[in-house]
């Protein structure tokens, strides 16, 4: 029995496991167990024994991580936090 889906957008693409792991920086074990998590956009079924991510919400979710761990001038200790008067 086949399930209506919505019609992917135009030019999206789907990435596969090493092409996710060599955008986000992370392995592969690093990758599914994120995803199982809930922690970063899960992957999707392209055939029967294949999955990948869609590339937009990959980009999304890095942009988003990117953005969280930036160290604002605002947040940053006021000494620069280094040992240099030692």
Known sequence: MNTPHAPAA???RI???DEVCAKIGLRKTAVYQMAADGEMPSQVRIG?????WVE???DAWLAQRI?????HRS?????GGGDAGR
Request: hydrophobic share 40%.
């Open 10 to 12: 135009a030019g999206t």
């Open 48 to 52: 029967a024994r294949a999955v990948g």
């Open 67 to 71: 953005e969280r761990g930036r160290v």
């Open 15 to 17: 990435l596969r496991l």
């Open 56 to 58: 937009r919400e990959i």
């Open 75 to 79: 947040q940053a200790p006021a000494d």
